[in-house]
């Protein structure tokens, strides 16, 4: 299915809403607009398998964008709009996208990134930008009549990683028209979390990011309403699920810790009662994080682990994650393996490599094939990882410790950075904190964390924190250093990006 399915039989129906501004885009104008500009791009020569780029704030013409795409066999690059010029420009040239789609809101951006890059067809909405053809004058202007061939597109996203350039993850297109079942995602989560013509989903992320981008896809391939925040604040989660009585989300772990940091009578007077699944995904949640919002959304909360590259998932619902608590779930898609430093196959409980087994892996790195061998098992091709660090247990459950990339070696034993910001998610005076492994010349390497404070901070804190840790886990993991910051590393999506971090340490 695909939005041309329910404009024929509910035109007026929203397929998407701006929680913000309340602006609405029906499933009718969705299917004339991506048909009109799928109908325009076919006319400036592109074909199956080329690819357009879109930066964009999250905006109601991205879903057109979106739809265009995968209606006409194209890739679609959604671009990170917090990148630098340079960062940016590199995923628009690597990618070889024909078209940059932008809104003018990114301007300062996106001119730059057109003069480091050599895209032929440039379209903006929302307003001029220099040097770029009005967006809305080219769908208005194109044919309405959808292309007599529609086959299915796909997304072709980057994966950010911990050295290095952001590396872009192809898979090979479907042949499937749009109309036709086995997309993916749509037979796995739509599934799994029983999205339909009733669902009312609310996505507080930004639209460039792999796991908003596909779950909006997929409501919207199955009839549903999407409400996008323009920017996720706890408050306005809060007031948009009481609004738009919204029955599914999706969100990352710090959301979490956010909506549990408002003042306790906000959250006893917020109206959740229309939920039905929330999930959450993307980065690790700590334990007592997600006990807490268990208490209060009650058990509709669902966690799934996979990652950009798609070579396994795993899932779990609120009842087996209460009776296992701390572990990601089991095989949703292909099957995870612990495996050690040779590639051999781990005992249950004991942390290795996590990798998970296909019968077939498609997935590469663009222009990268060292890149995707390292992710490849030795002994078996079939097998794949992307750096996680993890365990199963006895009955089959999976945990995941940290990435191998962060992980800490002080004095010959293995830190995890992950188990130490966990013990902290919820202090009083904690804010968001950051922990990193720095060069010790007697221990190889010692544990230091950065702290973004909750309000003004205390000029003991440093020590408050230390005896706050020794309470809580062992006292080799204690953090030696403790640096205040306003500004940690962290994307929109949750994930620290501690590179800056250890830079910014050794340049103190």
């Not at 913000?20 to 500009?37: C, F, Q």
């Not at 076919?42 to 780029?53: F, K, M, N, S």
């Not at 070579?311 to 995870?336: C, E, M, N, Q, R």
Request: with cysteine; glycine share 8%; proline share 7%.
């Amino acid at each position: 299915m695909y939005p041309g399915t329910w404009a024929a039989t509910t035109p007026d129906k929203p397929a998407a809403i701006m929680a913000g501004s309340g602006e609405i885009l029906t499933y009718g104008e969705l299917e004339d607009r991506s048909a009109r500009l799928a109908r325009f791009l076919y006319d400036e020569g592109l074909r199956t398998g080329d690819v357009i780029a879109v930066l964009t704030d999250n905006r109601l013409e991205a879903f057109v964008a979106y739809w265009a795409a995968l209606r006409s066999g194209l890739y679609i690059t959604a671009v990170n709009h917090n990148l630098s010029v340079d960062e940016a420009a590199y995923i628009v040239e690597d990618c070889g996208a024909r078209v940059l789609i932008v809104s003018a809101a990114k301007a300062d951006l996106v001119e730059g990134v057109v003069a480091a890059t050599d895209v032929a067809l440039l379209l903006a909405y929302g307003g001029p930008v220099a040097g770029f053809a009005s967006f809305e004058e080219a769908v208005a202007g194109a044919s309405p009549e959808p292309l007599p061939a529609q086959p299915h597109g796909d997304d072709f996203l980057y994966s950010s990683v911990t050295t290095g350039r952001p590396k872009g993850i192809k898979l090979p297109l479907l042949p499937i028209s749009i109309d036709e079942p086995g997309y993916m995602y749509v037979t796995i989560f739509g599934g799994l979390f029983g999205y339909g013509t009733e669902t009312v989903y609310l996505s507080p992320a930004p639209f460039y990011h792999a796991a908003p981008l596909r779950f909006m896809g997929v409501v919207q391939a199955l009839g549903g309403t999407v409400v996008v925040m323009e920017k996720f604040d706890a408050e306005g989660f809060l007031a948009a699920v009481e609004q738009y009585r919204v029955t599914d989300t999706q969100v990352v772990p710090t959301m979490f810790v956010r909506l549990l940091k408002l003042p306790a009578e906000r959250r006893a007077a917020a109206d959740t009662s229309s939920f039905r699944t929330v999930v959450h995904a993307a980065a690790p949640c700590p334990v007592e994080v997600k006990r807490q919002m268990i208490d209060w959304f009650g058990p509709v909360i669902h966690e799934y682990y996979a990652s950009t590259e798609a070579i396994g998932a795993t899932y779990v619902s609120s009842t087996d994650w209460l009776a296992h608590p701390g572990t990601v779930g089991k095989p949703l898609l292909g099957i995870p393996r612990i495996c050690g430093p040779d590639g051999e196959l781990l005992a249950p409980d004991a942390i290795g490599t996590v990798y998970f087994e296909r019968d077939e892996l498609t997935f590469s790195y663009h222009g990268d094939p060292e890149k995707t061998a390292s992710t490849k098992h030795p002994e078996h091709p079939n097998w794949a990882t992307v750096g996680d660090l993890g365990y199963l247990d006895a009955d089959g459950f999976l945990f995941l410790t940290d990435r191998k990339a962060f992980m800490i070696i002080s004095g010959g034993v293995n830190i995890y950075p992950q188990e130490i910001e966990d013990a902290f998610s919820l202090h009083p005076a904690v804010a968001d904190i950051a922990v990193i492994g720095v060069p010790d010349d007697e221990m190889g390497e010692r544990v230091v964390a950065y702290v973004e404070p909750a309000g003004t901070p205390d000029p003991d804190l440093a020590a408050t924190l230390t005896a706050y840790a020794r309470e809580k886990i062992a006292h080799f993991k204690v953090p030696r250093e403790f640096i205040i910051t306003d500004d940690l590393p962290r994307t929109p999506t949750g994930k620290l990006v501690k590179g800056i971090l250890k830079e910014r340490y050794q340049q103190s």
